[in-house]
């Protein structure tokens, strides 16, 4: 497969601004592998298709507040920051994404907070846009992480040309995130509302959690025709020894196993043995998947809308088929779905 297999004509207007006013109330649309067939659906419906013993991963990944906007030393020029991931926890060392890039250098200093309260220092340029910084801050470490709670914002995709609401703090997070670290939500996660895990749940539903944390890297743009020579980021991934248990027993038993989305997709296929069961892990993954691919554990997938060309599409093709996939993206299209973080979701089984 190529690139160009994964263009298509988005409309802006289908890109989602704001998530639906219920979690569980966006539109779903259930795609049958088997059967060829297409149907819509709401997301709450999703219960009508899994049973007692089956299982949903979930990808249990915490956003915290990664984009912070802080003033160059001297000149005061507005500069926005985005936190990539902690180097460094005893001397506060960060890898960030700065913008706009060319006016930050080594040995600039940042202030942060309408008082100044943090200061960061760059000590290094990693890619055009990328740096690392030191930041001065003199209370404990628990109090410098409090302060970047405070003074940053929610991450919302740049897509979304509006500015961030308190809403977003609270929707642009599944009710399950335990584990911080993500700089980007787990998308299809946050469709479920307490109710209807609650449901699931008295359905006999289980529930299987990973920990993968969302980097921007998942939403780098593939800029080679050849995918096999498309490198992704690495992100960090936990999976332990309860949810290989759930999982593989459910997959012993012939019960469902439904990725929640395509991080806890390339989680659980980070980490297979070659009898095809989920083994523990602890690490880094840059798992690209895209077509062919064999599957080892899923029999089902919850998955939004993605955009031309992402990686996230090619993981849906391999999984769908790609025929199947493009008829789907087709109709969500003519039937005016939402697309990307905050739009709508698809059910593929």
């Known amino acids: 497969m190529k690139l160009s297999h994964f263009q298509f004509n988005l409309p802006t207007e289908l890109l989602a601004e704001f998530p639906a006013e219920n979690r569980d109330e966006a539109r779903l649309m259930v795609i049958d592998r088997k059967k060829g067939t297409i149907e819509h659906k709401m997301f709450k419906d999703v219960i009508d298709y899994f049973g007692d013993g089956d299982v ?26 985005f936190l990539l991931r902690e180097l460094n926890a005893e001397q506060r060392l960060w890898d960030v994404l700065v913008d706009p890039a060319r006016k930050i250098r080594i040995g600039n200093k940042l202030y942060f907070g309408d008082d100044d309260s943090l200061v960061a220092e760059v000590i290094d340029n990693t890619t055009s846009r990328g740096r690392t910084l030191r930041f001065l801050y003199d209370g404990s470490y628990e109090e410098f992480r409090n302060k970047l709670t405070e003074l940053g914002e929610t991450p919302i995709p740049k897509y979304i040309n509006r500015e961030v609401t308190p809403e977003d703090a609270e929707r642009y997070q599944t009710i399950y995130a335990k584990e911080e670290g993500a700089v980007a939500a787990p998308t299809a996660g946050l469709h479920f ?19 993968l944390h969302v980097g921007l890297g998942t939403f780098n743009p593939v800029e080679v025709e050849d995918l096999s020579k498309h490198k992704m980021d690495s992100e960090e991934l936990k999976i332990n020894q309860k949810a290989c248990d759930i999982v593989n027993s459910a997959k012993a038993n012939k019960k469902k196993i439904c990725v929640v989305g395509t991080t806890s997709m390339r989680a659980i296929e980070s980490s297979v043995s070659s009898q095809r069961t989920l083994n523990p892990f602890e690490g880094w993954t840059n798992k690209f998947i895209f077509p062919p691919y064999d599957f080892s554990l899923a ?18 093709s391999a999984f769908c088929g790609h025929d199947l996939m493009k008829k789907a993206y087709e109709e969500a299209i003519k039937e005016e779905y939402k697309f990307y973080s905050y739009g709508d979701a698809m059910l593929i089984i």
């Open 56 to 81: 949903m991963v979930l990808n249990n990944t915490k956003v915290f507040p990664a984009r912070m906007f802080g003033n160059k030393e001297k000149t005061g020029a507005r500069i926005e920051v």
């Open 299 to 316: 029999d089902a997938m919850i998955t939004n809308f993605h955009t031309p060309k992402s990686t996230l599409l090619m993981m849906i």
């Open 193 to 211: 509302s307490k109710h209807l895990l609650k449901r699931l749940e008295i359905k006999g539903v289980e529930f299987a959690e990973v920990t």
